[in-house]
């Protein structure tokens, strides 16, 4: 008997140990990413971008080039920005910061601000903050960005080795790792306005490096110098019937508009295919990480600005060499305050400990996210102030002024026709329930969605006692992160400026850095803390160099050169340039 107890005992053992059947999402999470350990990264970043796109199942217009991309690699389908709107989601992507955690979620800081009787200023994060791509440059990286910036400070000299709309890889010395940035505009907001053409700056992705390369027009407005439409490639039907959000209003004139951002799209695959075809002609793909992904959600009305899932959401796709884990999905959250430690960790560097995000990848990944957050405070002319938490499922919003109305009369985005139609029809009492939320006089001081089910967010259940528990939770966890950041919401943009100007009426200067020269050996220093140094070392009868070098130790000057350098903190005012013989 005592045998027969035995056997059952290891039975029950046996089947209790088989394993369950795994999601491609868990096989992923347990394969070991056997990666370069130095390897290039490609970063291709498009704008005001949902998920439009067939990889995540939108199949409404094709994207070879993206869909081929998702099939050698990994999508996410859980990544957020922390805001809405592309400078205060940059200044995160920069930094690791949370924006308005070091000043940087009002849009922008130096725009619209003269008209509220307040100095234009900029975002100024703790003084141990560098730019991610000053971290990489000072482990040997040659990084560059092409060729948006929009950070809410002004870049240090020593940002990048070479930002501009020529930036490339190619320029590189030989061997050497590389960090590069391709901005892809043709899917912002503005290509939605009439008339509707393809911006002319944006041919050079056809012609990516090649500094002779002008487009028509050079010189003029990037975003007002447009092909016509019939100069413009037409990649899907324009008599095409897309899909509506229940938000917008289903008409004419609103079909255009969904026509032209697939039409943008498919135009920004192309982009994107002519650029991944190019390091591909240079035998670097195999040894390249490579991202797509957008600056935030969509272009459309109650998409960009607004801190929903349609604001926020944005495709991420990643390719890794030799197709590891190819055609998989990882489903777990990222906010984009974890890029700049997941860089680190891919090159095997400790991510910095002033950064607010955590890494996704590499040596230093950290345990998986319970919650992303996001918030929204001045929009050009238009102030609201929203903090948002979001779990796997549910999306919790506070409303820091309830007496206001959702909608902001902002000008830039009132060039939308779809905009123009849901205005019209609001005057004229003809819109449904779903369309008249955004235009309630006054919101609720909370609320809460299940996304699962409620994706565009139109049914609130903060008042549901049945989800009292989640209300709960998710109000803990927003208070945690605000004290976490040391995010103030109701501070006054007036209040905050003077707080980052250390109680001073005028913005915070760079110290001069401070050369000493020891027979050739020289070293500098700036008394500004974390102040940032670049320099250039021109020897005599050569050019000057068109990179800024990032100073880090004691330097070798060759008899007869000149030394150039300039002191800068983040969100100070640079120093001055200064010249030594």
Same mark, same amino acid.
């Given at each position: 008997?005592?045998? +027969?107890? +035995?056997?059952?005992?290891?039975?029950?053992?046996?089947?209790?140990?088989?394993?369950?059947?795994?999601?491609?999402?868990?096989?992923?999470?347990?394969?070991?990413?056997?990666?370069?350990?130095?390897? $290039? *990264?490609?970063?291709?970043?498009?704008?005001?971008?949902?998920?439009? *796109?067939?990889?995540?199942?939108?199949?409404?217009?094709?994207?070879?080039?993206?869909?081929?991309?998702?099939?050698?690699?990994? *999508?996410?389908?859980?990544?957020?920005?922390?805001?809405?709107?592309?400078?205060?989601?940059?200044?995160?992507?920069?930094?690791?910061?949370?924006?308005?955690?070091?000043?940087?979620?009002?849009?922008?800081?130096?725009?619209?601000?003269?008209?509220?009787?307040?100095?234009?200023?900029?975002?100024?994060?703790?003084?141990?903050?560098?730019?991610? /791509? &000053?971290?990489?440059?000072?482990?040997?990286?040659?990084?560059?960005? $092409?060729?948006?910036?929009?950070?809410?400070?002004?870049?240090?000299?020593?940002?990048?080795?070479?930002?501009?709309?020529?930036?490339?890889?190619?320029?590189?010395?030989?061997?050497?790792?590389?960090?590069?940035?391709?901005?892809?505009?043709?899917?912002?907001?503005?290509?939605?306005?009439?008339?509707?053409?393809?911006?002319?700056?944006?041919?050079?992705?056809?012609?990516?490096?090649?500094?002779?390369?002008?487009?028509?027009?050079?010189? !003029?407005?990037?975003?007002? $110098?447009?092909?016509?439409?019939?100069?413009?490639?037409?990649?899907?039907?324009?008599?095409?019937?897309?899909?509506?959000?229940?938000?917008?209003?289903?008409? &004419?004139?609103?079909?255009?508009?969904?026509?032209?951002?697939?039409?943008?799209?498919?135009?920004?695959?192309?982009?994107?295919?002519?650029?991944?075809?190019?390091?591909?002609?240079?035998?670097?793909?195999?040894?390249?990480?490579?991202?797509?992904?957008?600056?935030?959600?969509?272009?459309?009305?109650?998409?960009?600005?607004?801190?929903? @899932?349609?604001?926020?959401?944005?495709?991420?796709?990643?390719?890794?060499?030799?197709?590891?884990?190819?055609?998989?999905?990882?489903?777990?959250?990222?906010?984009?305050? @974890?890029?700049?430690?997941?860089?680190?960790?891919?090159?095997? &560097?400790?991510?910095?400990?002033?950064?607010?995000?955590?890494?996704?990848?590499? @040596?230093?990944?950290? &345990?998986?996210?319970?919650?992303?957050? !996001?918030?929204?405070?001045?929009?050009?002319?238009?102030?609201?102030?929203?903090?948002?938490?979001?779990?796997?499922?549910?999306?919790?919003?506070?409303?820091?002024?309830?007496?206001?109305?959702?909608?902001?009369?902002?000008?830039?985005?009132?060039?939308?026709?779809?905009?123009?139609?849901?205005?019209?029809?609001?005057?004229?009492?003809?819109?449904?329930?779903?369309?008249?939320?955004?235009?309630?006089?006054?919101?609720?001081?909370?609320?809460l969605f299940d996304c699962s089910v409620d994706p565009f967010e139109l049914n609130n259940l903060a008042n549901h006692p049945e989800y009292k528990d989640k209300l709960n939770e998710l109000s803990a966890e927003m208070d945690n992160w605000l004290g976490v950041i040391e995010d103030n919401p109701d501070l006054p943009e007036a209040e905050l400026i003077k707080k980052l100007w250390y109680d001073n009426d005028v913005q915070p200067v760079t110290l001069e850095p401070?050369?000493? $020269?020891?027979?050739?050996?020289?070293?500098?220093?700036?008394?500004?803390?974390?102040?940032?140094?670049?320099?250039?070392?021109?020897?005599?009868?050569?050019?000057?160099?068109?990179?800024?070098?990032?100073?880090?130790?004691?330097?070798?000057?060759?008899?007869?050169?000149?030394?150039?350098?300039?002191?800068?903190?983040?969100?100070?005012?640079? /120093?001055?340039?200064?010249?030594?013989?």
């Amino acid at each position: 008997m005592k045998y +027969l107890k +035995l056997l059952l005992i290891i039975c029950i053992c046996l089947v209790g140990c088989q394993p369950k059947e795994k999601s491609n999402t868990q096989i992923k999470d347990e394969a070991a990413l056997e990666l370069p350990k130095r390897p $290039n *990264i490609l970063w291709l970043v498009t704008e005001d971008m949902g998920a439009y *796109i067939p990889p995540f199942g939108d199949t409404t217009v094709a994207t070879p080039n993206l869909s081929k991309l998702a099939n050698e690699g990994v *999508i996410y389908p859980n990544l957020y920005s922390t805001s809405g709107v592309c400078a205060p989601s940059r200044a995160a992507i920069a930094t690791g910061m949370y924006p308005s955690s070091i000043g940087a979620n009002h849009m922008r800081t130096n725009s619209y601000t003269k008209e509220r009787g307040l100095p234009a200023y900029e975002a100024v994060p703790p003084s141990d903050v560098k730019m991610i /791509s &000053e971290w990489l440059r000072q482990a040997g990286y040659y990084c560059t960005n $092409n060729y948006k910036t929009d950070y809410q400070f002004k870049a240090p000299v020593t940002a990048w080795d070479e930002s501009s709309p020529y930036a490339h890889w190619r320029n590189r010395k030989d061997n050497q790792p590389f960090f590069s940035v391709i901005n892809f505009t043709e899917t912002h907001e503005s290509g939605l306005f009439e008339p509707y053409g393809f911006r002319e700056i944006e041919t050079r992705l056809y012609h990516a490096g090649d500094s002779s390369y002008n487009w028509k027009n050079k010189g !003029a407005s990037h975003a007002n $110098n447009r092909m016509t439409e019939e100069e413009t490639p037409v990649h899907i039907p324009k008599d095409t019937k897309f899909k509506i959000p229940p938000y917008l209003a289903d008409n &004419e004139v609103t079909q255009r508009d969904m026509w032209k951002l697939y039409n943008n799209i498919a135009e920004m695959d192309r982009q994107v295919g002519a650029v991944l075809k190019q390091l591909e002609d240079d035998g670097l793909l195999e040894n390249t990480i490579v991202f797509f992904y957008g600056d935030h959600g969509g272009p459309l009305p109650r998409e960009k600005r607004l801190i929903y @899932d349609s604001g926020l959401n944005t495709p991420m796709i990643i390719r890794f060499p030799e197709k590891l884990q190819a055609g998989t999905k990882d489903n777990q959250l990222i906010s984009f305050v @974890d890029f700049a430690p997941t860089l680190l960790s891919l090159i095997g &560097e400790e991510p910095k400990s002033y950064m607010q995000g955590q890494s996704f990848l590499g @040596d230093y990944k950290a &345990e998986k996210r319970n919650y992303i957050h !996001a918030a929204a405070d001045r929009f050009d002319a238009e102030t609201d102030v929203i903090r948002a938490v979001r779990d796997k499922q549910f999306k919790y919003i506070r409303n820091y002024r309830p007496e206001q109305g959702y909608y902001l009369p902002i000008t830039y985005r009132e060039r939308i026709p779809a905009m123009q139609e849901l205005l019209r029809l609001r005057d004229e009492g003809k819109l449904n329930e779903a369309q008249k939320q955004w235009f309630r006089e006054s919101k609720p001081k909370e609320e809460l969605f299940d996304c699962s089910v409620d994706p565009f967010e139109l049914n609130n259940l903060a008042n549901h006692p049945e989800y009292k528990d989640k209300l709960n939770e998710l109000s803990a966890e927003m208070d945690n992160w605000l004290g976490v950041i040391e995010d103030n919401p109701d501070l006054p943009e007036a209040e905050l400026i003077k707080k980052l100007w250390y109680d001073n009426d005028v913005q915070p200067v760079t110290l001069e850095p401070i050369i000493t $020269n020891d027979n050739g050996k020289v070293t500098i220093n700036c008394e500004t803390q974390g102040a940032s140094i670049g320099f250039k070392v021109v020897k005599n009868g050569e050019k000057v160099p068109k990179s800024w070098e990032v100073y880090q130790s004691a330097i070798d000057i060759p008899q007869g050169a000149k030394l150039v350098v300039q002191a800068h903190r983040i969100g100070f005012k640079p /120093s001055s340039v200064i010249e030594i013989q």
